[in-house]
């Protein structure tokens, strides 16, 4: 899978949009763009993926720029529930065996702010 | 209600004395695994399923376990524990197939002290 690239940490206001990057410059054609986001010890959760084309869905949107270089996930209207880690992972999907795994770096930790 | 559940959440165990953790599932999935975390390291792979009876080895699998006899059961076996496993336990499941399919849900976590 290939590597990617985030802040270790970004803060946001209650309320207000929260944009967090993500840099996988050497993604495949094949990969896919996962995020994830982890808070305090919980199991990791869900949030959203995506090929090429922009995804929405309820909790979030994805945003992957057309060299698909790069990715952002973006937070509407972030609360101070949605402080967290957010992880951006790439992967093969129909992938079997050793590489069905989820290959987790350092994430962003995300803090929203009263 | 869709879930990964896991038990114990909570353990305190010394050296030596065998012990499972159970996962369970109740989304007919076919994928399983198994991670650890550990603080600096992230999470890692401990063991895999594809499916009944069909397990294999993640990056961290030494002192570790598991069967999969059920497909909504995947239980992590430390034989011996020691306290370098000392760590939080996430296990996953997922179905296989492409797309929003193979989105994985994790459990809630187990917490292991091994003294």
């Known amino acids: 899978d290939a590597k990617t690239t985030q802040p270790p940490s970004m803060d946001c206001a209650e309320g207000r949009a929260a944009n967090l990057p993500c840099n996988h410059s050497?993604?495949?054609?094949?990969?896919?763009v996962y995020w994830y986001r982890q808070i305090h010890s919980q199991g990791p959760q869900y949030i959203i993926h995506?090929?090429?084309n922009n995804e929405t869905n309820e909790m979030a949107s994805l945003i992957i720029t057309e060299d698909r270089k790069s990715s952002t996930l973006i937070l509407p209207h972030a609360t101070l529930r949605d402080t967290a880690v957010y992880y951006c992972?790439?992967?093969?999907?129909?992938?079997?065996?050793?590489?069905?795994?989820?290959?987790f770096g350092k994430g962003t930790l995300l803090t929203v702010n009263p | 209600e869709a879930q990964v559940t896991q038990n114990p959440r909570y353990l305190i165990t010394v050296t030596g004395k065998k012990l499972t953790v159970t996962c369970s599932q109740n989304?007919?999935?076919?994928?399983m695994s198994w991670y650890r975390q550990d603080p600096g390291l992230g999470l890692r792979q401990i063991y895999y399923?594809?499916?009944?009876?069909v397990t294999d080895k993640g990056d961290v699998p030494e002192g570790y376990k598991v069967s999969r006899k059920e497909k909504r059961n995947f239980p992590l076996i430390l034989e011996s524990p020691s306290p370098n496993q000392t760590s939080l336990y996430f296990c996953?499941?997922?179905?296989w197939g492409g797309g929003a399919r193979e989105t994985q849900y994790f459990g809630p976590g187990t917490r292991l002290l091994v003294l």
């Open positions: 989304m007919n999935h076919e994928y």
């Open positions: 399923s594809m499916n009944v009876e």
């Open positions: 050497t993604i495949s054609g094949n990969e896919y």
């Open positions: 996953a499941s997922s179905f």
């Open positions: 992972i790439v992967r093969v999907l129909r992938s079997g065996g050793s590489n069905y795994k989820l290959t």
């Open positions: 995506g090929l090429k």
